[in-house]
């Protein structure tokens, strides 16, 4: 502390200052609904969406681009400023992050982002299709089968044989 004319000036803590106008800027957004406050809660938090794009990003493969997983993140942003209740007793951080890595996560499976026969949807065929090999023959799959056939979707060719071709 230090004495000027008989005036005490105390020394400000920056967190606990940014801290207070944070709470203001939720407050006015929360009562008013104010789209320039709901703006700069968006550009507050937007390093909180790069972060969970990186983290959300680090098993797809390279032709997923880091910007449009941060454009995904922000729809998630958005919906979590909207959504969120100043008055639990929650951080924002702890509720945007999963908010955020939801999003990124459906609009990944909306673009079906898997190449070809690996994708979510089971393949098309002209015949009838059997949960494994070994339900079209009457059996369970033979040892000497690769473990994944018997899960994948196969076409019957027991009583559906291919045409040569």
């Known amino acids: 502390m230090v004495a000027d004319e008989?005036?005490?000036?105390?020394?400000?803590?920056?967190?606990?200052?940014?801290?207070?106008?944070?709470?203001a800027l939720w407050e006015r957004f929360k009562t008013t609904g104010d789209p320039s406050t709901r703006e700069?809660?968006?550009?507050?938090?937007?390093?909180?969406?790069?972060?969970?794009?990186g983290r959300v990003g680090v098993g797809l493969p390279p032709n997923?681009?880091?910007?449009?997983?941060?454009?995904?993140?922000?729809?998630?942003?958005?919906?979590?400023?909207?959504?969120?209740?100043?008055?639990?007793?929650?951080?924002?951080?702890?509720?945007?992050?999963?908010?955020i890595r939801g999003a990124i996560i459906d609009e990944l499976r909306a673009i079906d982002w898997t190449p070809g026969p690996f994708g979510t949807r089971p393949a098309r065929s002209n015949g009838p299709t059997r949960r494994s090999r070994g339900s079209c023959a009457g059996h369970r799959p033979r040892p000497r089968w690769p473990s994944g056939?018997?899960?994948?979707?196969?076409?019957?060719t027991r009583f559906f044989p291919r045409s040569p071709t």
Do not use: M
Request: net charge negative.
């Open 6 to 23: 008989g005036r005490v000036d105390e020394i400000v803590d920056p967190v606990a200052a940014n801290e207070a106008a944070l709470r």
């Open 40 to 53: 700069r809660l968006i550009l507050h938090y937007s390093p909180l969406v790069k972060y969970v794009a």
């Open 64 to 99: 997923i681009e880091q910007a449009d997983l941060v454009s995904y993140g922000i729809f998630g942003l958005i919906d979590a400023i909207e959504k969120f209740d100043i008055d639990r007793a929650i951080k924002f951080e702890t509720y945007a992050i999963s908010r």
């Open 149 to 156: 056939w018997g899960s994948a979707w196969t076409t019957c």
